[in-house]
């Protein structure tokens, strides 16, 4: 684990310098890199295009939130990418490190694992970050 990771994480977290970050197993397996950084104004369509159609991913989603009462919430979301046309070696390698980094992501409310791009869907974040809170 590189601490540029911890570093890009605490950036999107405490400046909102980003929307949403990707993180990848690098090609010894030794260590997790920086794959793509997110604008701050980029789009979740932008977040759903950075996630590779069959290669797994680390993924780290600032989610807004607006409740009935008009409060706006923002959730850290983490995202385990691992599609079902990757390699077997690349999605254990991806879930038997999640934990750990994670770990190293304080303030994460909310983990997503998928599959297939319509598990990483807008609405259903918003449920799970609603599920969440105390004030819906």
Excluded: H
Excluded at 46 to 62: G, I, Q
Excluded at 79 to 90: E, H, M, R, T
């Amino acid at each position: 684990m590189t601490t540029q990771c911890v570093t890009l994480f605490e950036q999107l977290k405490s400046k909102g310098a980003y929307k949403f970050l990707t993180f990848k197993i690098d090609p010894s397996g030794a260590k997790v890199v920086p794959d793509q950084c997110g604008p701050a104004n980029s789009s979740f369509s932008d977040f759903t295009d950075a996630l590779p159609e069959s290669d797994c991913r680390y993924a780290v989603y600032d989610c807004e939130y607006v409740n009935a009462d008009g409060c706006q919430f923002k959730k850290l979301i983490f995202v385990l990418w691992s599609p079902d046309n990757s390699q077997i070696k690349a999605k254990m390698m991806y879930a038997s490190t999640k934990d750990f980094l994670k770990g190293l992501f304080p303030g994460i409310a909310i983990e997503q694992q998928a599959t297939d791009i319509s598990e990483v869907d807008a609405e259903e974040m918003r449920l799970k970050i609603q599920a969440t809170l105390t004030r819906k």
